[in-house]
T-cell receptor, first 113, second 110 residues
Framework: DTEVTQTPKHLVMGMTNKKSLKCEQH?????MYWYKQKAKKPPELMFV???????INESVPSRFSPECPNSSLLNLHLHALQPEDSALYLC????????????FGQGTRLTVV | SQQGEEDPQALSIQEGENATMNCSYK?????LQWYRQNSGRGLVHLIL?????REKHSGRLRVTLDTSKKSSSLLITASRAADTASYFC??????????FGKGTRLSVIA
């Protein structure tokens, strides 16, 4: 199994809603990542988990809250988002945080209305 | 952490032609990776080249790395319409996770 599975594929939420994005991998990878990608831009790193501990937070606003319940799962909790947060949210995993190729999920297309 | 710079930003070629895109960077790296992204979906890993390697091949893909010039190139030979996508280089430097360049949008016209 070389897949990273993200759910949902599409999400429309209001600015007062609370929602969660989910990511799952069963490759035994110990590093997991959240990236945010706006149209025609490269993916921008948001968070890195290494061995289920948050190791990097790229100054992301607190309305985005990551969670790593176990080594296979990664969540991104969303609350009080703004329209400018609309983007493609990509989850990725790699064997270790350094020097390894990353496997990406298909992303969640988020629209904040 | 540094970001690679891809060149050109956009490339349009005929099916069967070769496509070359370049990535330049500024500081030392452990490895450089190339990814493809179709229609704003997930990225697919293509090739990883380590700093002590000069060239790697995978099918119709050829990647070179010149650490003295701090640059890499991705060559796609005999391109197909299905190769139409955005291509990103990603740098791995020391203890930092991948940082993606701005990408090259490749259009292959049948």
């Amino acid at each position: 199994d070389t897949e990273v599975t993200q759910t949902p594929k599409h999400l429309v939420m209001g600015m007062t809603n609370k929602k969660s994005l989910k990511c799952e991998q069963h490759m035994g990878h110990r590093a997991m990542y959240w990236y945010k990608q706006k149209a025609k831009k490269p993916p921008e790193l948001m968070f890195v988990y290494s061995y289920e501990k948050l190791s990097i937070n790229e100054s992301v606003p607190s309305r985005f809250s990551p969670e790593c319940p176990n080594s296979s799962l990664l969540n991104l909790h969303l609350h009080a988002l703004q329209p400018e947060d609309s983007a493609l949210y990509l989850c990725a995993s790699s064997l270790f945080r350094e020097q390894a190729e990353a496997f990406f999920g298909q992303g969640t297309r988020l629209t904040v209305v | 952490s540094q970001q690679g710079e891809e060149d050109p930003q956009a490339l349009s070629i005929q099916e069967g032609e070769n496509a070359t895109m370049n990535c330049s960077y500024k500081t030392s790296i452990n490895n450089l990776q190339w990814y493809r992204q179709n229609s704003g979906r997930g990225l697919v890993h293509l090739i990883l080249i380590r700093s002590n390697e000069r060239e790697k091949h995978s099918g119709r893909l050829r990647v070179t790395l010149d650490t003295s010039k701090k640059s890499s190139s991705l060559l796609i030979t005999a391109s197909r319409a299905a190769d139409t996508a955005s291509y990103f280089c990603a740098l791995n430097s020391g203890n930092t996770p991948l940082v993606f360049g701005k990408g090259t949008r490749l259009s292959v016209i049948a």
